[in-house]
């Protein structure tokens, strides 16, 4: 994507002959021209928004608000042109939204060879183990099934990961997992907690359920009972 005339007008992202994708990435090209509060925001400034907006689409994912999804996708695709602009202007290693998309549509190609190329997958199965030897060839660097694996996750969802990492390397089955009707497992400090857990959600990813999933749910509960309260 090259950079408009600064002598000519720029082109109106809102034109109905220019594609909705292209406008919104010559939309935020824009704002980052002439956006005073845009053009001081980085990658490492811009963390806690994304952060935001991809909590808000989990919210519509998981409340079925048809039109809040819509929007919040949209807003996290703002996001992703954010990044991608400012990585436009670097002057050591410059790429742009386009680079981006070139690089999730070979990387889409590679990982489903049942889709573009001649290997077969009839079951989720299948289709899975041909995705992860894609993604080992990719990858090839990497010395342990933890490269990769964020330390940035929620605590729950890094557990329920951790665990499926554990059961390729053989040790997915030392965490003790609760007796089925158990209510409570009375830890008597921080670090049984952390055991309790982890216990907790090794169960839940036996049952394939998720446990992150779980919490949020019952806290909107949670959210709900706290606001009858309040309205007495």
């Given at each position: 994507?090259?950079?408009?005339?600064?002598?000519?007008?720029?082109?109106?992202?809102?034109?109905?002959?220019?594609?909705?994708?292209?406008?919104?990435?010559?939309?935020?090209?824009?704002?980052?021209?002439?956006?005073?509060?845009?053009?001081?925001i980085?990658?490492?400034?811009?963390?806690?928004?994304?952060?935001?907006?991809?909590?808000?689409?989990?919210?519509?994912?998981?409340?079925?608000?048809?039109?809040?999804?819509?929007?919040?996708?949209?807003d996290?695709?703002?996001?992703?042109?954010?990044?991608?602009?400012?990585?436009?202007?670097?002057?050591?290693?410059?790429?742009?939204?386009?680079?981006?998309?070139?690089?999730?549509?070979?990387?889409?190609?590679?990982?489903?060879?049942?889709?573009?190329g001649?290997?077969?997958?009839?079951?989720?199965?299948?289709?899975?183990?041909?995705?992860?030897?894609?993604?080992?060839?990719?990858?090839?660097?990497?010395?342990?099934?933890l490269?990769?694996?964020?330390?940035?996750?929620?605590?729950?969802?890094?557990?329920?990961?951790?665990?499926?990492?554990?059961?390729?390397?053989?040790?997915?089955?030392?965490?003790?997992?609760?007796?089925?009707?158990?209510?409570?497992?009375?830890?008597?400090?921080?670090?049984?907690l952390?055991?309790?857990?982890?216990?907790?959600?090794?169960?839940?990813?036996?049952?394939?359920?998720?446990?992150?999933?779980?919490?949020?749910?019952?806290?909107?509960?949670?959210?709900?009972?706290?606001?009858?309260?309040?309205?007495?």
């Open positions: 994507m090259t950079d408009p005339d600064p002598s000519g007008p720029d082109v109106d992202p809102l034109r109905g002959d220019v594609d909705p994708l292209r406008g919104a990435a010559e939309a935020m090209q824009q704002v980052r021209d002439r956006c005073v509060w845009t053009q001081q980085d990658h490492r400034a811009l963390v806690p928004y994304l952060v935001e907006e991809s909590a808000e689409l989990i919210d519509a994912v998981e409340t079925g608000d048809r039109a809040e999804l819509r929007e919040e996708l949209g996290l695709l703002w996001q992703v042109l954010f990044h991608a602009e400012i990585a436009s202007r670097d002057e050591r290693d410059p790429f742009d939204i386009d680079d981006v998309a070139r690089g999730l549509t070979e990387k889409m190609v590679r990982r489903h060879p049942h889709v573009f001649d290997a077969v997958a009839t079951t989720p199965e299948q289709v899975l183990v041909l995705w992860n030897a894609a993604k080992a060839a990719e990858k090839h660097e990497r010395t342990s099934v490269d990769g694996v964020s330390e940035h996750m929620p605590a729950l969802a890094l557990a329920q990961k951790l665990l499926g990492k554990a059961a390729h390397v053989g040790i997915g089955s030392a965490v003790e997992r609760p007796q089925r009707g158990e209510t409570s497992l009375q830890p008597r400090n921080e670090a049984e952390g055991d309790a857990l982890l216990a907790l959600v090794a169960m839940a990813r036996d049952n394939g359920w998720d446990a992150e999933r779980a919490l949020r749910a019952r806290l909107r509960g949670f959210e709900g009972e706290i606001r009858a309260a309040e309205a007495g």
